[in-house]
């Protein structure tokens, strides 16, 4: 359903299912791993996550306990992260995809830790910490 790829386009992905709602984080890792005032992540399972090349250049780092980013060692760019509680649940960086993703966020999350030049101006609902519905 979905093709992603890294910046330089040695890491190439497929996912097989459609993407999980999103949202934007604004908690100071994932402003640190996209390099902006927040993330955008959707939910895929594991299993749907197909890596089709890129494989030895992909890493996974512990940016905070339990948690873990997977970003191309070529070009920096960030493809995934899971938390390892939850293994088999990946939030992929929307950020990678090659193919158009039309759904729109639903929330911000992590408000409480956005960066003073963020403005928020859309209607979404703001939590200052993580939300699950």
Known sequence: MYAGSCLCKRIHYEISQELGDFGYCHCVSCRKASGSGHAANAPVSRQH?????GA???KEFESSP??????CTNC?????????????????R????????????????YVA??????????HL?????????
């Open 49 to 53: 996550f197909h890596l089709l090349s």
């Open 56 to 58: 030895e250049i992909l």
């Open 66 to 71: 339990g948690m873990f980013r997977a970003f």
């Open 76 to 92: 920096g760019s960030p493809i995934y992260a899971f938390r390892s509680d939850h293994p088999a649940l990946l939030g992929i």
């Open 94 to 109: 929307l950020g990678s995809l090659d193919t158009p993703f039309t759904k729109r966020a639903r929330e911000h999350r």
């Open 113 to 122: 830790e956005k960066a003073p030049w963020d403005e928020i101006e859309d």
């Open 125 to 133: 609902p703001q939590y200052p910490g993580p939300h699950t519905p």
